[in-house]
């Protein structure tokens, strides 16, 4: 089966500091690749996608890198408030049918 | 309001005794999925519908059915649960295929004892 697992199961950043948040993946084909916002008792939430013709993705405060070479994803939040603090799990998927999620990220915002 | 609803939110039954978790999407997507969340695991995909009359098993499809029988309507069935199917359930829809945004419903928490 695939297997897509993060580097760290909890981070912690001073509010205002910049998050790293790290995922490798092992399926060569996947083609499409999602980082999730869960908040606690809340269903997942869209954050950022990016698709594998792309290295680099910016959103409102969030950037996807995508390191193909390496199979390596990351998401940057920028001035981390206390409002990110969440879970954050990444997605692959080679079909656009099937997903893989990693086992998430724990983020705690200290004020 | 566009949404995923998932009914019921808290389930607790037996061994062996059938049981459906519902979920709706008012969104008019055509793919729908099934996800179940354990501690330490993440998630992972049940089934999954490209469209109405269409379903496959994702990674962990055993123990479970679905249908599709209309478009907004995507049931996670359970005929014969057990306890090892405790867990955190979450359907999501997105309006082509997966390779775009997945809107995720709160969850059914289901105690199987």
């Known amino acids: 089966g695939e297997s897509v697992g993060l580097h760290l199961p909890t981070l912690s950043v001073q509010e205002g500091d910049n998050s790293i948040i790290n995922c490798a993946y092992s399926?060569?084909?996947?083609?499409?690749f999602i980082w999730y916002k869960q908040e606690s008792g809340k269903g997942p939430q869209f954050i950022i996608d990016?698709?594998?013709?792309?290295d680099k993705r910016q959103g409102q405060r969030v950037t996807v890198l995508l390191n193909k070479t390496v199979k390596h994803l990351s998401l940057q939040i920028a001035a981390t408030q206390p409002g990110d603090s969440a879970v954050y799990f990444c997605a692959e998927t080679p079909t656009g049918n099937q997903f893989y999620f990693g086992t998430g990220t724990s983020l705690t915002v200290i004020p | 309001e566009a949404q995923v609803t998932q009914n019921p939110r808290y389930l607790i039954t037996v061994t062996g005794k059938k049981l459906t978790v519902t979920c709706s999407q008012n969104?008019?997507?055509?793919?729908m999925s099934w996800y179940r969340q354990d501690p330490g695991l993440g998630l992972r995909q049940i089934y999954y519908?490209?469209?109405?009359?269409?379903?496959d098993k994702g990674d962990v499809p055993e123990g479970y059915k679905v249908s599709r029988k209309e478009k907004r309507n995507f049931p996670l069935i359970l005929e014969s649960p057990s306890p090892n199917q405790t867990s955190l359930y979450f359907c999501?829809?997105?309006?082509?295929?997966?390779?775009?945004?997945?809107?995720f419903g709160p969850g059914t928490r289901l105690t199987v004892l």
């Open positions: 999501a829809s997105s309006f082509f295929q997966g390779n775009d945004e997945q809107f």
């Open positions: 519908s490209m469209n109405v009359e269409v379903t």
């Open positions: 969104m008019n997507h055509e793919y």
């Open positions: 399926n060569s084909a996947s083609d499409y």
């Open positions: 990016i698709r594998s013709n792309m």
